[in-house]
């Protein structure tokens, strides 16, 4: 079994997991988003090299996400365990990477992808995201091979 067959999967069912268990924030007036991100693994933050075997375990990462809609941006901070809380307006945002640190490496914005690369905030409706940051080399790799199985 190839390894982004697993990640993809695995980081997909983490992210129902998290969906249905975090519990709404109290304040309904406002747009809050609460969430976390992570790595289905350490080596999917480095480049697709070869078709090694990696260990597959869950990493939280500290990590700078960028959320835009139109003309707005605005800035999602991870702690050290991953998680980030924030207040955004109503709209359709979209995510990029900023940075990233993961024990004492950091890594350009440039070098990661973010998935979901897209989040919705409704009026008054409290968002949780499941954020999953991987190489781009391994993005486009799981890409093309779900691609090549519809």
Not at 26 to 45: F, H
Not at 53 to 58: D, G, H, N, P, R
Request: charged share 20%; net charge positive; glycine share 8%.
């Amino acid at each position: 079994m190839k390894t982004e067959y697993f990640s993809s999967w695995i980081m997909g069912l983490l992210s129902c997991i998290a969906m249905l268990t975090i519990v709404p924030a109290q304040a309904q007036g406002k747009n809050s988003i609460d969430g976390e991100v992570q790595a289905s693994s350490p080596c999917e933050l480095f480049p697709q090299e070869s078709d090694y075997l990696c260990i597959q375990t869950i990493i939280p990462v500290k990590a700078e996400i960028v959320a835009r809609s139109g003309r707005r941006s605005f800035l999602l901070s991870s702690d050290e365990d991953g998680h980030f809380t924030g207040i955004l307006p109503k709209g359709r945002y979209t995510l990029r990477v900023l940075k990233a640190q993961y024990g004492v490496r950091t890594f350009k914005g440039s070098e990661l992808a973010v998935s979901p690369t897209t989040i919705r905030v409704g009026g008054g409706q409290p968002v949780t995201a499941a954020l999953s940051i991987a190489h781009k080399s391994r993005m486009l790799k799981a890409n093309s091979a779900r691609a090549t199985q519809r």
